[in-house]
């Protein structure tokens, strides 16, 4: 049992608002929870969302935090898989396992009344001390020794989005690819994308700064900047010359901007595959008079966290590395500093790291 009674926790208290608070250290309710202690957090772009009113499933008076690691300190009777004191990264997606869409794989779209994104949205998460994970043999995967906590902690979220968009992209070998946004969720799906060894890879942000960081960092091969909004014919002219003069095999969408879902129909071929992993803030036209002929595939998030083991497995490996996403951490405490410096994209953050 901790002794401990209250601990910090940012909460997301709505209207706009985030603020670090007092919480009592949450206790186990159910026989399928279990309690961690966690040992290093991170904010999302999903919690900007969150304190913007742009999640309406996300509930005021939440902990917030969604991507995670700690140790587990309390197990309840039904948990299985997991003893007190081995080190886990949290699963964005809590899933019962048992229902129609768990049995699937679509734990996104689990029946459970927490099922889906619940953490750090509609049940308390972890940018906190301690953390309450239900269905924590499903919600957890074991950090091997090998690893450390830095390495395996987008695996749950961010690094899950990636992954499982690069699957449903159905992605061949040296095909084209292109990726639309150069943020944290952005480069997690080029470095997912080069497990299917595209012949090319191409990025579009609209800072070049982050452009020019995925290639220093190996992930992109080609890069186009829109900082000085080119006219959409001008990025389809690109993108079509660098594709074969066809346009690329497979888009991903990971931007959410204003013109960003019309720039991924664009640019893409006949035939292509389009994953829109993005969250947008406002409603998104399909004009589809203007692609008819061109029989595309769209594919929609959110991300099914279904693949923590494999993604664990390729980060002890080496094969999936996301060192290179963490540029500033700070002591939880801290932690309304680091918002406002990640919510505003000051000196170049990529991912903000709180340690509690
Ligand atoms: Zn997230
Ligand atoms: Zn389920």
Request: proline share 4%; with cysteine.
């Amino acid at each position: 049992m901790i002794k401990q009674k209250n601990m910090q926790a940012v909460v997301y208290k709505g209207n706009g608002e985030v603020i670090l608070t007092e919480r009592p250290v949450p206790k186990l309710i159910d026989p399928k929870d279990a309690l961690i202690k966690v040992t290093l957090s991170t904010i999302c772009s999903s919690d900007i969302h969150i304190k913007h009113g742009s999640v309406p499933k996300a509930i005021p008076g939440t902990i917030l935090g969604h991507e995670f690691v700690g140790e587990v300190v309390e197990i309840g009777s039904d948990v299985h898989n997991f003893s007190v004191g081995d080190r886990v990264a949290v699963n964005v997606e809590t899933f019962c396992g048992d229902c129609f869409f768990c049995k699937q794989g679509f734990v996104n779209n689990c029946e459970d009344k927490n099922g889906g994104w619940a953490l750090g949205c509609r049940i308390d998460g972890g940018q906190s001390e301690y953390c309450r994970i239900p269905y924590a043999d499903n919600g957890l995967t074991r950090i091997p020794d090998t690893v450390s906590d830095e390495a395996a902690l987008f695996t749950g979220d961010i690094l899950s989005t990636g992954y499982w968009a690069a699957k449903i992209g159905d992605l061949k070998p040296a095909q084209t690819v292109v990726v639309i946004g150069a943020g944290p969720t952005g480069l997690c799906t080029m470095m997912s994308a080069r497990l299917y060894s595209p012949s090319k890879l191409i990025v579009i942000d609209h800072d070049p700064y982050r452009l020019q960081y995925a290639k220093e960092q190996g992930l992109a091969d080609i890069t186009y900047c829109t900082e000085h909004n080119p006219s959409m014919d001008e990025i389809e002219t690109f993108v079509k010359k660098e594709c074969n003069n066809r346009g690329a095999d497979v888009v991903f969408e990971v931007a959410g901007g204003k013109n960003t879902f019309e720039m991924a129909w664009r640019i893409a071929r006949a035939n292509a595959n389009i994953v829109v992993v993005a969250l947008y803030e406002e409603a998104q036209t399909l004009p589809l008079p203007d692609m008819y002929g061109k029989n595309l595939t769209f594919k929609t998030g959110g991300v099914d966290g279904s693949y923590c083991d494999e993604i664990m497995e390729l980060i002890a490996n080496g094969k999936l590395d996301t060192n290179c996403l963490i540029t500033h951490q700070t002591a939880l405490s801290d932690a309304m500093h680091a918002y406002d410096i990640f919510e505003n994209k000051k000196d170049h953050v990529i991912k903000y790291l709180l340690k509690p």
